[in-house]
T-cell receptor
Framework: AQKVTQAQTEISVVEKEDVTLDCVYE???????LFWYKQPPSGELVFLIR??????QNEISGRYSWNFQKSTSSFNFTITASQVVDSAVYFC??????????????FGQGTRLTINP | ETGVTQTPRHLVMGMTNKKSLKCEQH?????MYWYKQSAKKPLELMFV???????ENNSVPSRFSPECPNSSHLFLHLHTLQPEDSALYLC??????????????FGPGTRLTVL
């Protein structure tokens, strides 16, 4: 069965600090997909990144970076030089390959990130 | 309107009421999803519609009844709910099949309170 674990329930840092959100997953499939979503106070889940299991290259997008390591089943998310607007709940999610149909996302519990000015 | 919209944004209802949540996607997608987000549980997938056919029903109680009249609209009909059904209900859409996995895009949710 699939499972996603975000061990950090809440993180609080001061603005401009770097912060890493951890995500560990479990799956029996060799083909799967990992996602990060951001949920600001407004409630909407905002898509941040998708990574497939065959692509272990790390990715950087502005102040955001992701470290995917299959050896440890982890897909960690780092925010560099954090800003108050980064305050939100962040979710890591996993789906197994569904080539012909709709995917079924399994979410972690989420990490509430608070950036203090 | 762009993206995925949901109405109403907030809903308070009694246990004997009947109400409906509405979701509309403006992304040209052909799959739609209902999720439940409660305070003490991770996001839970409730229903999946792909090409207007229900393909997933995750042991959801019958007091929740989904309807997908076309690929752009999704409803969740509610009746005789319980207080523990109070939660944020999120709708999402995606495009299938896509050769590789699709990405789900979410609406802002409906905050439901059952008294």
């Amino acid at each position: 069965a699939q499972k996603v674990t975000q061990a950090q329930t809440e993180i609080s840092v001061v603005e401009k600090e770097d912060v890493t959100l951890d995500c560990v997953y479990e799956t029996r499939d060799t083909t799967y997909y990992l996602f990060w979503y951001k949920q600001p106070p407004s409630g909407e889940l905002v898509f941040l990144i998708r990574r497939n299991s065959f692509d272990e290259q790390n990715e950087i997008s502005g102040r955001y970076s992701w470290n995917f390591q299959k050896s440890t089943s982890s897909f960690n998310f780092t925010i560099t030089a954090s800003q108050v607007v980064d305050s939100a709940v962040y979710f890591c999610a996993l789906s197994e390959a569904e080539p012909q149909g709709a995917q079924k996302l399994v979410f972690g519990q989420g990490t509430r990130l608070t950036i203090n000015p | 309107e762009t993206g995925v919209t949901q109405t109403p944004r907030h809903l308070v209802m009694g246990m004997t009421n009947k109400k409906s949540l509405k979701c509309e996607q403006h992304l040209g997608h052909n799959a739609m999803y209902w999720y439940k987000q409660s305070a003490k549980k991770p996001l839970e997938l409730m229903f999946v519609y792909s090409l207007e056919e229900r393909v997933e029903n995750n042991s959801v109680p019958s007091r929740f009844s989904p309807e997908c009249p076309n690929s752009s609209h999704l409803f969740l009909h509610l009746h005789t709910l319980q207080p523990e059904d109070s939660a944020l209900y999120l709708c999402a859409s995606s495009q299938v099949p896509s050769g590789s996995t699709d990405t789900q895009y979410f609406g802002p949710g409906t905050r439901l309170t059952v008294l």
